[in-house]
């Protein structure tokens, strides 16, 4: 028993022991472990302190035996980045800045000197010039469901394995507001959706100049520009930075324009022959028609010596006469403007009837829009489609292209 007595009071007096250690005599807490820290915005006490946006400055601190090793990164190296989930997202680009730690003016205790702290200043601004910091952020935003994101910090000094960087509150991250990015997208459809109703029913851009049909390659090329446009200013607006516009989303604006272009061409080129064609069916019309007149006058000036061959022949012009008179009127209805049957079936139509060469372009078209538009929504930047999607809708428009050489004009 008194064992057993003794070994509690032993066990009692070691814990008052190491709590006497841990306080001050005011009652204050020791200064925390070495390592680093969020600083929140403002007093740092409420959640809303730790929730950063795009183009915000975000501080870490760091303490104890990490400051040496931070400073000594930075003078030799000047290597020291953010990672946000495991993503480098920024590098320190300004020097660290020292801070003096508040003390207790009022303690009794000796004055002793403060312990080194550091503060790293870290603006998150996605660089779309430097291709690895923007696919960084896109695999980050690609891990995340939703705008305001929670985010696992870690600090990579030198060539050191990253340390994870403590927070008081959960730490979040967006773009902008889930409202804003939203409102903008809502904004950024209505426009295009106006702005290419007002050119299929307003004007004629969309339309073949020589035949007043809707153009599946211009009304192609005006899909893609409003889009791209809209996309680039909705970023700009929601970021505040230019956003690189991907070589890809350049390659799609080449292949519609050449589609288009080629479209103008051959419906041009058709339209010269088609009015080469009648020059030559008029000629011959004409001939006939000088023929008949003089096979007429033969018949009335010298009836003895009209012969049954000259009647013959009299009587076999007047057929030829109406067939190329019927050829030329048929050929001028084709070189002449049409009327449009609509905006859908236009291009769709190849002059037979819908055609599966048109309407795997219309359907490619639409479907490549609806990624392009649902990746532009998801990681607030210009996305980037694989080569293969590319390839695909450059045989397709060329497929088109192909196709459109022996159509009906």
Known sequence: MRSLTAIVLFVLLACLTTLSAQADPAGKTSVSKPGLSIVGKNTAQKAKDFCFQLGEILQVKVTGKLVEKVEVAWSNTKSISLYFDSERIADLSSPPLQVVPVTDSTSSS????????????????????????????????MKNDHYQMEIQPSLVIGND??????????????????????????????????????????????????????????????????????SFTGIWILTGTMERIPSQALILLGISGATGLSSVMIGKSKRAEILAKITEEETELTTLELEEQKLQEQKINHPAAFLQASQDRLMAIKPEIDIKSK???????????????????DICNDGNGASFHRLQ??????????????????MVSMP?????????LGI?????????IPEKS
């Open 327 to 345: 050829e030329i009127d048929k050929l001028s209805k084709q070189a002449d403007a049409g009327k449009s049957k609509g905006f859908w079936r």
């Open 161 to 230: 394995l990253p340390l994870v960087v403590q927070f008081s509150k959960p730490l979040k991250f967006s773009v902008a507001s889930t409202l804003a990015i939203w409102l903008i997208f809502i904004i950024g459809m209505a426009i295009l959706l106006v702005s290419y109703r007002y050119l299929v029913t307003k004007t004629r851009m969309l339309c073949d100049a020589d035949t007043n049909y809707y153009s599946l390659g211009k009304s192609q090329m005006a899909f893609w520009g409003l889009l791209v446009v809209l």
């Open 361 to 378: 372009v219309v359907i490619w078209t639409l479907v490549l829009g609806a990624v392009f538009v649902q990746n532009v929504l998801h």
């Open 384 to 392: 980037e489609f694989p080569d293969t999607l590319l390839t695909l």
């Open 110 to 141: 000796q004055p002793t000197e403060s312990p080194k702290e550091l503060l790293l200043n870290f603006t998150l601004v996605r660089d779309a010039e430097d291709d690895a910091k923007r696919k960084a952020w896109d695999r980050l935003f």
């Open 396 to 404: 397709s428009n060329a497929t088109y292209v192909g196709f459109k």
